[in-house]
């Protein structure tokens, strides 16, 4: 097993440092680089380690501490799992379907997904393939708390799920704001983490302040406009909060 070496962590805690805002506070620093250190001495797998992170899903470790994770002969990241949890993917061609550890899924509905998308042409190109991808989970109702399909590591997201969310904000107000919704916003809009999801409402505690970072996010752009091409699914939802919530 490769070493983790006073130079990794010595630039793992500069990256902490450097590339994070709000900063994270000292405790939080302390459980990442323990967590990244017993990850690469295989005292611990990707569940516990995600949780060492601070993170709600592995998708945030791979894009945040990818680079201090220990690659294969391939550069491939090393996955390790708990052996006290039960975990399920699958993986075809730049596709992967995640199963959550601890949600129930219907049998029948996964069979059905995992069908569908391995008959998607690897030659397709990436916005095709992502609107092929938001058919199958919407049309056989796949939750994302259950299910998490990534197309060449960036997650694949579901229009009708991320707008029922933004109804429910625009009913019961921001304190109303799930974890599926700041996921999107911070991931796929153009906005920093403001730590989690209570610093972001605290940041737009209103809903006219969300449909203002809509029209102009952190970068100063409208969320439609950040978009790039190959995001079919993002683009659909943004197109969709102009249209419901902006007229």
Same mark, same amino acid.
């Given at each position: 097993m490769p070493l983790?070496?006073?130079?990794?962590?010595?630039?793992?805690?500069?990256?902490?440092?450097?590339?994070?805002?709000?900063?994270h506070p000292a405790s939080a620093i302390e459980s990442m680089v323990k967590g990244i250190r017993e990850y690469w001495e295989g005292n611990i797998g990707v569940e516990k380690l995600t949780k060492a992170c601070?993170?709600?899903?592995?998708?945030?470790l791979f894009k945040y501490f990818g680079d201090f994770l220990p690659t294969d002969d391939n550069d491939d990241i090393v996955i390790r799992h708990d052996d006290n949890l039960e975990r399920q993917e699958w993986t075809m061609g730049t596709i992967r379907v995640i199963k959550h550890t601890g949600e129930e899924i219907n049998q029948d509905k996964l069979s059905d997904l995992l069908e569908r998308l391995e008959a998607i042409d690897? %030659?397709? +190109?990436?916005?095709?393939?992502?609107?092929?991808? /938001?058919?199958?989970?919407? @049309?056989?109702?796949?939750?994302? %708390?259950? +299910?998490?399909?990534?197309?060449?590591?960036?997650? /694949?997201?579901?229009?009708? @799920?991320i707008l029922a969310e933004i109804d429910k904000i625009e009913k019961q107000g921001m304190i109303a704001m799930s974890d599926k919704l700041y996921k999107f916003v911070i991931n796929a809009c153009g906005s920093i983490a403001h730590y989690?999801?209570?610093?972001?409402?605290?940041?737009?505690?209103?809903f006219e302040a969300f449909k203002g970072f809509c029209r102009q996010n952190e970068y100063g752009q409208d969320i439609k406009s950040y978009q790039p091409g190959w995001a079919w699914d993002r683009i659909k939802i943004a197109e969709r909060i102009f249209e419901r919530y902006m007229s």
């Open positions: 983790f070496t006073a130079k990794m962590e010595s630039n793992l805690r500069l990256h902490l440092r450097a590339n994070f805002y709000p900063p601070c993170l709600r899903n592995q998708s945030g690897a %030659n397709t +190109i990436e916005s095709h393939a992502r609107q092929a991808i /938001v058919d199958a989970l919407e @049309e056989l109702e796949i939750d994302s %708390n259950a +299910i998490s399909v990534l197309f060449d590591g960036n997650s /694949v997201y579901r229009p009708n @799920e989690d999801r209570g610093g972001w409402v605290q940041e737009y505690p209103t």
